[in-house]
């Protein structure tokens, strides 16, 4: 069995301790890709040096997480953008909206996305998008600068089927983490009416661990448990559901 964890912020500061065995973990378990979506420009270091210790099973991607749009963002988008012209991203992310604890710097981080969805469009790159408590304006804005040309990955979804559908309408995939496992997440019961060929599979570790491991810090070895509930959910095997998902991320990010 071959897993793919989309999104994976592994570099993170609470893997100091055991990082190595972490990625041990994962690789045992069968996840034998895992793309590293950037957060900030303080992470943009510690992710490049992972990738260099597992050059053959980490990608990484490039952005601004929304919640980490400040005062300082443009300045921080232009530094980003020279990091992109390196050519070793393989896609745009973590980019999106997030009004849910704080709306103070909505209109920078409008702007910030529409910025990074036309790095998108110009490098021909595949998206990591986070949106929280934002998806009328996330849709308009997607709907705006949606010519063909963007594509990528509804990261951490748990939305309502008629979002999902709103979503594959634009191009996207879905990427489902840890809580569609939750005894509360919608998904689930309408997780058959879904095109396959449009799901992947996340951790967004270290946050969001799978049910049973819920509680605990994420990481990507607990991506078998998300695949193996909705494996079962979708009555087919756990071999087959793992080999589609991971054909879905080839096919995506053209790795």
């Known amino acids: 069995m071959y897993l793919v964890d989309t999104h994976t912020h592994v570099y993170d500061h609470q893997f100091s301790l055991d990082r190595n065995e972490a990625m041990k973990r994962a690789l045992d378990a069968g996840v034998g890709m895992m793309l590293l979506p950037n957060v900030d420009a303080s992470t943009i270091a510690p992710m490049l040096e992972l990738h260099g210790q597992y050059p053959d099973c980490t990608r990484v991607m490039m952005g601004l997480q929304p919640e980490e749009v400040k005062e300082d963002y443009k300045e921080v988008l232009s530094m980003m953008e020279k990091e992109l012209e390196r050519g070793i991203y ?6 999106g909206l997030d009004f849910y604890w704080d709306v103070t710097f909505e209109r ?10 036309d790095w998108a469009k110009q490098l021909h790159l595949p998206l990591s998008i986070h949106c929280r408590n934002a998806f009328d304006k996330m849709v308009k804005i997607l709907e705006k600068k949606q010519d063909g040309g963007l594509r990528g990955i509804m990261h951490c979804f748990t939305g309502t089927e008629e979002e999902a559908k709103v979503y594959l309408e634009l191009g996207f995939h879905l990427g489902l983490g840890g ?6 997440c919608g998904v689930k019961d309408y997780l058959p009416n879904l095109p396959l060929d449009r799901l992947v599979l996340e951790t967004d570790a270290p946050y969001l661990a799978p049910v049973p491991c819920r509680g605990k810090r994420n990481e990507p070895s607990f991506l078998v448990h998300t695949a193996k509930c909705i494996a079962e959910i979708l009555q087919m095997p756990l071999e087959d559901f793992a080999a589609a998902t991971t054909s879905n991320v080839k096919d995506l990010f053209q790795f």
């Not at 920078?108 to 969805?117: G, H």
């Not at 809580?179 to 509360?184: C, E, G, H, L, S």
């Open 179 to 184: 809580v569609t496992t939750y005894k509360n």
């Open 90 to 95: 393989i896609g745009v992310g973590e980019v």
């Open 108 to 117: 920078q981080q409008l702007d910030a996305l529409e910025t990074q969805l």
